[in-house]
């Protein structure tokens, strides 16, 4: 596995239980073994799965510490990112993790399961099916942010507990601020690049929207 494996992961978010750690550690061996079966993650990117994957998916918490007590829905989740690094460092706050590629899914929960995560649950649906309310819903999916917030927007609870008001919480890369254009108001946009000093990371934000 490259990038040294998960150390890449302790070197931007220390104070991790050794239950934790355990949990991160053993993603490489799991994706690598479910990748060869069911293709979640490009074949020539699984070596990058710490940096381009797991790392990728913690920026979110270099934006927002969630509180206990939290729900967030993954919306397009795959293989499980970005809820399962998340709920691994976020252990008290719910993650639900829906996808429409119901063998997606399957290797979410199967290595959810795996490494003991007992605030995650799975749904095999299209967005526009769910019903349940959240607090956040986040996503690594590529459609246009106008088009999630559109679909999301029935999703989003009304109680708010965090120092972000409830809303939306996007991993992009490209023009975003042009891609925002009326959401731009409503929105907060920072770069990876401030918070992880990777190459891969120069040209990938993270976008939060109100809603």
């Known amino acids: 596995m490259g990038n040294n494996g998960w150390d890449i992961i302790n070197k931007y978010f220390s104070g991790l239980t050794m239950e934790q750690q355990s949990q991160f550690e053993a993603l490489g061996a799991l994706y690598e073994e479910w990748n060869a079966k069911i293709n979640v993650i490009s074949r020539k990117d699984i070596d990058n799965l710490y940096e381009h994957h797991v790392l990728h998916s913690l920026g979110i918490a270099k934006v927002i ?62 967005a526009e099916d769910e019903k349940a309310k959240f607090d956040f819903v986040v996503s690594r999916a590529v459609m246009p942010l106008g088009d999630l917030v559109k679909l999301v927007r029935k ?11 409830n809303g939306l919480i996007c991993l992009k890369g490209g023009e975003l601020e042009r891609e925002a254009g009326k959401l731009k108001d409503r929105s907060i946009f920072w770069y990876l690049s401030d918070f992880f000093s990777e190459e891969y990371f120069e040209t990938k934000q993270i976008v939060f929207t109100a809603i």
Do not use: C
Request: charged share 20%; no cysteine; glycine share 10%.
């Open 65 to 126: 510490n969630f509180k206990p007590g939290t729900t967030v829905m993954d919306l397009g989740s795959g293989g499980g990112f970005p809820g399962i690094p998340l709920a691994i460092l976020f252990p008290e706050v719910k993650f639900h993790l829906i996808d429409s590629i119901g063998k997606k899914i399957r290797v979410a929960t199967e290595i959810s399961r795996s490494i003991g995560l007992k605030n995650v649950s799975f749904a095999h649906e299209r």
């Open 155 to 165: 999703n989003i609870s009304t109680k708010q507990q965090n120092a972000l008001p």
